[in-house]
């Protein structure tokens, strides 16, 4: 039985995925025989609550007298070596954070047997043994090279998304679409500070489809839940969702999604669901371009930038081109073809567990050291 914690991060600024996939990753290493803690600041709009809902232990952090402007390594890595004290033995530490780097990861050394890294940007050194990065990039074999350690095992690409098992349940399931579009799911991310999701609604209704249903999903800590439930009451067949748990199920029924690039987009991905896609972060960009140049999403543009108007341009396209979202389905699922359900998410935790890349070769799924 191995004894994990998990350095991670919500908050309005940060967005939710971070927590998301890592709670994903939890529920796996518990179900796998793990003891699993969390290491968490209180920051604005933090999932502490939900994580705790969940049977996790959370470690409460202070937060950062200047807000999320600066991390000061060495006091978080303090804090977190204080986490650590209440276990007699830490098999593993994973951390997700973009705050954080070698530097902190080298000062955790000491003290715990094992790092592993959850990491989209590619962008600082990591002294880590494994490094996780889901996401789709042109040329992914070469993206770490120089910035973590040789003996590193690095598993790249949606292959190693982390994923519900619901989601592996909806797919076995899904309906064939004929690219018509009668329903549309609106999901921007949990926290969508930038209120894009009002924006969609607005565009929504200017393309005149009132027989269109709209699902809209928003997190818990949404700063502008009220102006969007009160968008979704002047629509006969809007339905508003707060922090659901059934997005699985959503997707499945959505004819066509506007979402946030992130985590979510291995979701659609999975479900086939055609999807024009709006950037809210630098580490967003390059992976949603290189996706759309696939054809398996449509790049709209950054969340601060795209209007209403170019909203509704791009969303009546989608309804009067039927056999573009048919192939765009079709491509989305083909680039999570390697992905065979749960096996790959099992595969990590048998990792994790065993503390070498055995559980992984023994499975022939692909990794780079």
């Not at 994990?4 to 998301?20: P, Q, S, T």
């Not at 690409?157 to 989601?167: I, N, Q």
């Not at 502008?224 to 959503?250: F, K, T, W």
């Amino acid at each position: 039985m191995s004894n994990i914690l998990i350095r991670v991060d919500a908050a309005i600024e940060l967005g939710m995925g971070h927590v998301m996939r890592c709670l994903t990753l939890a529920d796996c290493l518990r179900a796998a025989g793990g003891q699993i803690a969390f290491s968490c600041r209180r920051l604005p709009g933090n999932l502490c609550d939900l994580i705790e809902m969940k049977g996790y232990k959370v470690h409460h952090m202070a937060n950062p007298e200047d807000g999320l402007a600066t991390i000061d390594w060495l006091d978080d890595a303090a804090q977190t070596k204080a986490a650590l004290a209440d276990s007699a033995r830490t098999d593993w530490l994973i951390v997700d954070h973009y705050g954080l780097d070698r530097s902190w990861e080298s000062a955790m050394r000491p003290f715990v047997r094992r790092i592993m890294v959850i990491d989209d940007l590619a962008d600082r050194p990591h002294d880590c043994d494994v490094l996780l990065d889901q996401n789709y990039y042109k040329n992914l074999e070469h993206r770490y090279e120089g910035l973590v350690p040789g003996h590193c095992l690095r598993l790249l690409g949606p292959t190693y998304a982390l994923l519900r098992p619901e989601f592996f349940e909806a797919r076995r399931h899904l309906r064939q679409r004929d690219g018509l579009v009668r329903r549309i799911l609106v999901f921007l991310g949990g926290g969508d500070s930038q209120n894009v999701t009002s924006k969609v609604i607005e565009a929504i209704a200017l393309t005149g489809h009132p027989e269109i249903a709209l699902d809209v999903v928003i997190g818990s800590t949404n700063p502008h839940h009220e102006q969007i439930a009160a968008l979704c009451s002047l629509r006969r067949n809007a339905r508003l969702h707060i922090q659901v748990e059934n997005m699985a199920a959503l997707m499945a029924s959505a004819d066509l999604s506007i979402g946030a690039g992130g985590a979510t987009t291995w979701e659609r991905c999975l479900l086939g669901l055609p999807t024009l896609t709006v950037v809210f972060a630098a580490n967003q960009e390059q992976t949603t371009i290189d996706l759309a140049d696939t054809g398996a999403i449509r790049y709209i543009g950054w969340a601060d930038n795209v209007s209403i108007s170019e909203l509704a341009e791009a969303i009546d396209d989608a309804i009067s081109r039927p056999e573009e979202n048919v192939e765009m389905g079709h491509r989305a699922m083909q680039v999570m073809s390697d992905f065979v359900y749960d096996s790959q998410l099992q595969a990590v935790a048998a990792l994790l567990q065993r503390t070498d890349s055995r559980a992984l070769r023994g499975r022939g799924l692909p990794v780079t050291e």
